[in-house]
Nanobody, 123 residues
Framework: VQLQASGGGLVQAGASLRLSCTTS????????MGWFRQAPGKEREFVAA???????YYGDSVRGRFTISRDNAKNLVYLQMNSLKPEDTAVYYC??????????????????WGQGTQVTVSS
């Protein structure tokens, strides 16, 4: 399976961006999908996850500002990011998990990863 994230860019603080992640392969709707991010010099951080049933969960730093959604017909998962802050600057990765544990916040539970898209928020 291949995952490809897109939609990153350079924006000012307070702006919005929408990331997309397209996946190949079958049975997209059977998987939990997640977004993680990694800033320079920092560990990979959980951002958001959406279960196969549509349940969502967010990291504390983005809750209330970011929204994860999925379109099973198109094999797409989105991350709508509003009220962006400079501390949101990172490479954002989408990932797929076969685990049924919920919420799926641990990177080790995800078996397939996209290549990442850079998000830079200027102050």
């Amino acid at each position: 399976v291949q995952l490809q994230a897109s939609g990153g860019g350079l924006v000012q603080a307070g702006a919005s961006l929408r990331l997309s992640c397209t996946t190949s392969g079958r049975a997209f709707s059977s998987y939990t999908m997640g977004w993680f991010r990694q800033a320079p010099g920092k560990e990979r951080e959980f951002v958001a996850a959406i279960s196969r049933g549509g349940s969502v969960y967010y990291g504390d730093s983005v809750r209330g500002r970011f929204t994860i959604s999925r379109d099973n017909a198109k094999n797409l998962v989105y991350l709508q990011m509003n009220s962006l802050k400079p501390e949101d600057t990172a490479v954002y990765y989408c990932a797929r998990s076969r685990r049924t544990v919920w919420p799926t916040v641990t990177a080790e539970y995800y078996d397939s990863w996209g290549q990442g898209t850079q998000v830079t928020v200027s102050s």
